[in-house]
């Protein structure tokens, strides 16, 4: 028997790799709730040093930088839970998610972000699926499927198999969905004190300013959370193609 949510969610992303993470960031810090169901098993996992991912000039640990994903994602707050999604169901007001271990949630958005799983997707109808030996949902080049409020982001929607590219596409996903929801936003901009204003200009929404004392405060922060992600070697082992597993 499944257990509904009594909260119903804005935003359900399913997938928490670096497509979904980056589309859940966008959409939280602009105050739709945002929920991310992900299984744990992204691709970035079997990458053995992320050598071109914009910002890290001598690479970055594949599982280091989804862990700093998912704590950007919780920081914007966004609900993370480890699940696995079987089944997505339209509703009259949007849809219906059901997990593995029985949680059944409300939706307005979902953003599918599995890289090549479809099969919880086989219910709704009107989302295209692309079948190229490994499965793809039919986006336009925003990210939006066939069905109202539902989108697909990142190598699900046929994007290039790289991270960087991923993320990007996740990101431009979620700032689709606050602009078809109507939400007052411009740009997800902090900029500095005055900016904006000292040019006789409102300050645009989704825009921030901050003063001096507020940038190296945030800078400082910035500074202790870097050093205690970097001070050691990450702990998880090095995966493999499962094929190659004992
Ligand atoms: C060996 C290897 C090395 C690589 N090296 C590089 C590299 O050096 N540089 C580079 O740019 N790219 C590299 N890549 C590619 C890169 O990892 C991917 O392109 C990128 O991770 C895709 O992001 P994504 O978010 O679309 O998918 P993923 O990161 O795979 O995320 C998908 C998530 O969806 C979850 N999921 C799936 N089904 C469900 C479900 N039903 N319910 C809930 N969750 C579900 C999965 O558990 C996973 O966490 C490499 C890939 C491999 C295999």
Known sequence: MSTESTIPQDVTVIGGGVAG???????????????????????????????????????????????????QAAEAGCEQVTATVTTVEETENGFAVETDDGARY?????????????????????????????????????????????????RLAEKPHQAAVCAGHGAEVGVTILEDDDRPFYHDWVAPEGYFTDRGRDLPPGCAEIDETGRTDREARSLDVMRSRF????????????????
């Open 106 to 154: 409300r939706t307005e958005y979902v953003v599918a972000a599995t890289k090549n799983t479809v099969g919880y997707l086989e219910d709704v109808d009107g989302v295209g699926v692309i079948d190229r030996g490994k499965a793809y949902v039919d986006t336009d080049e925003r990210g939006r499927t066939g069905v109202d409020g539902l989108y697909a982001a990142g």
């Open 21 to 71: 993470l980056s589309a859940a960031v966008f959409t939280a810090r602009h105050g739709l709730d945002t929920l991310v169901v992900d299984a744990g098993e992204s691709i970035l996992q079997r990458n053995a040093h992320l050598e071109n991912f914009p910002g890290f000039p001598a690479g970055v640990n594949g599982q280091q930088l989804l862990d700093l994903l998912e704590e």
């Open 231 to 246: 001070t050691e070697p990450h702990p998880d082992e090095q995966e493999t193609h499962p094929s190659l597993r004992e």
